[in-house]
């Protein structure tokens, strides 16, 4: 069964940091497009940062880029990102997501993916 889990979100002050999982199942495939995407209260979902497939590049959207990094170990299929010097803005619910082939930039538009998990809460207080 396809499923994607993530976990790691709470409560932090503005300036700490933060390290999220993203775990998923059911994939028959060695390898995918993966990202993680945020939606922030009163806001549409938007991408954070993700890895292309079969290029394996990484792309970031400009507000968390060089505070943010997206890793992944295919071995034990599982997705991290870690958040460093968070903002208050940073605040939202965070979800992975899993697609089987996204070329370059397309990996951080939510509306290429179809495989995705509930998402975790990640709050920075001010």
């Known amino acids: 069964e396809v499923q994607l889990e993530e976990s790691g979100g709470g409560l932090v002050q503005a300036g700490g940091s933060l390290r999220i999982s993203c775990i998923y199942s059911?994939?028959?495939?060695?390898?995918?497009?993966i990202g993680w995407f945020r939606q922030r209260p009163g806001k549409e979902r938007e991408g954070v940062a993700c890895?292309?497939?079969?290029?394996?590049?990484?792309y970031y959207t400009d507000s968390v880029r060089n505070r943010f990094t997206i890793s992944k170990d295919g071995a034990i299929n599982t997705l991290y990102l870690q958040m460093d010097d968070l903002w208050p803005e940073d605040t939202a619910i965070y979800s992975c997501?899993?697609?089987?082939?996204?070329?370059?930039?397309?990996?951080?538009?939510?509306?290429?993916?179809?495989?995705w998990g509930q998402g975790t809460q990640v709050t920075v207080s001010a």
């Open positions: 890895i292309s497939y079969p290029d394996r590049g990484k």
């Open positions: 997501a899993l697609e089987r082939q996204l070329w370059g930039q397309h990996c951080l538009r939510p509306y290429s993916f179809t495989n």
């Open positions: 059911g994939f028959i495939f060695e390898d995918y497009a």
